[in-house]
């Protein structure tokens, strides 16, 4: 344990996948520097044996329970043994259904893992996933108006999981590296349909990330010019130059997490597919 931190249990208990729950629990978590959350995850949580499980280790390990369970019985119970401990019980969806209820003034269908079913958007979440997976690093499709997103930059600012993230959001996603000396493919420049994000960090943060890469690979051999910090802005001020040309707007990733960087690029995609004027010097908020 590191001095000032104090850990806690969470139970996070899903009649579903749990991904909902993981993330309200980190998020609030996120939210107290000096607290860290030992996770006990529960999902699939769907029959009265599995619930009678999950109690006893609570009761076991006490902290803060969050649940997501549509059977009333299995919530019920969950609810009456937490209060019996004095263990605080969270059902995360309730004000959220509640409010749904209000509004449409309809009853929910209390189907558990509806928003996992296998409909039109699942495939369309695989086919981009898929493509994406096939047109990484450069491999450009031949119709490249096929593709939603193109992805640009030098190594090293996290195109390729920005691009897989962005793949699971249903868009296809291409990404290109950047490399001085070697001009961008004539196909992306002249591309009409996708649109084009150029990834771009500080010249410290790329050093140290491939330093550490080196490192990994135990790569003795490569071009000392790869983690040399003035040649990496020269990288970097080729990009800009880049995108000034031709108008393509830049994200800094350099304080953004990949959800961040996605959700950034995501605004930028509604903008650029409606037909809205975008600002390649906004750095997307």
């Not at 059977?71 to 609810?79: K, M």
């Not at 590296?177 to 009409?192: C, Y």
């Amino acid at each position: 344990m590191k001095r000032g931190q104090t850990y806690f249990h969470i139970h996070l208990v899903s009649d579903s996948t749990g991904e909902t729950l993981l993330a309200v629990g980190r998020a609030a978590t996120a939210q107290y520097e000096s607290m860290v959350a030992i996770e006990h995850i529960y999902p699939l949580v769907r029959s009265v044996r599995h619930i009678e499980r999950v109690i006893a280790d609570i009761e076991a390990a006490p902290g803060i329970v969050l649940y997501t369970l549509v059977q009333q019985d299995l919530a019920v119970r969950l609810e009456e043994a937490c209060q019996a401990a004095a263990i605080p019980c969270i059902d995360v969806l309730r004000p959220v259904f509640d409010v749904f209820r209000s509004f449409f003034n309809v009853q929910a269908i209390g189907k558990a893992g509806a928003q996992h079913a296998m409909d039109a958007d699942y495939f369309k979440r695989i086919d981009a996933l898929n493509f994406t997976l096939a047109h990484d690093d450069g491999a450009l499709p031949d119709d490249i108006e096929e593709t939603d997103v193109i992805l640009i930059g030098i190594s090293r600012t996290s195109k390729t999981p920005t691009s897989i993230y962005l793949a699971n959001r249903g868009i296809r996603t291409a990404n290109v590296p950047l490399v001085p000396g070697i001009p961008i493919a004539d196909k992306v420049v002249a591309a009409r349909r996708p649109l084009v994000v150029c990834l771009i960090a500080t010249a410290e943060r790329i050093m140290h990330v491939r330093q550490n890469r080196l490192l990994a690979l135990a790569d003795q051999n490569q071009d000392s010019a790869y983690v040399d910090k003035a040649s990496i802005a020269q990288e970097i001020l080729y990009s800009k130059r880049l995108c000034t040309e031709h108008g393509w707007p830049m994200i800094d990733v350099t304080r953004r997490s990949i959800e961040e960087t996605a959700a950034a690029i995501l605004a930028l995609w509604d903008q650029h597919r409606y037909g809205k004027v975008l600002d390649p010097f906004s750095d997307a908020g």
